[in-house]
Nanobody
Framework: QVQLVESGGGLVQAGGSLRLSCAAS????????MGWYRQAPGKQRELVAS???????NYADSVKGRFTISRDNAKNTVYLQMNSLKPEDTAVYYC??????????????WGRGTQVTVSS
């Protein structure tokens, strides 16, 4: 199994910045894609940003130009730099990873989430 631990959430004023981190550990042979999702109260979980092992990125339209996803493959860690935060960015942010363990089994893992609250 793969364990994902997020950190870096908190309370920030509109226009401020936060940096989320997510470290993967456990039975990891390779991690292909890593990503950040978020879920606001009463809404479905949605993709915020994702990044492949090779560094290709994908962003939700609502965060393009404000958020930047990056990763450190050697540390199995993914980051989300969030700038110009808006109240509508308030949500629980979840880390996700897709890869394979040492037996070749497909692994799709989720972190427990970290709360991001943006005040107006």
């Amino acid at each position: 199994q793969v364990q994902l631990v997020e950190s870096g959430g908190g309370l920030v004023q509109a226009g401020g910045s936060l940096r989320l981190s997510c470290a993967a550990s456990g039975n990891i042979f390779t991690i292909n894609a890593m990503g950040w999702y978020r879920q606001a109260p009463g809404k479905q979980r949605e993709l915020v940003a994702s990044i492949t092992r090779g560094g290709s990125t994908n962003y939700a339209d609502s965060v393009k130009g404000r958020f930047t996803i990056s990763r450190d493959n050697a540390k199995n860690t993914v980051y989300l730099q969030m700038n110009s935060l808006k109240p509508e960015d308030t949500a629980v942010y979840y880390c996700n990873s897709e890869g394979r363990d040492y037996l070749g089994n497909y692994e799709n893992s989720w972190g427990r989430g970290t709360q991001v609250t943006v005040s107006s």
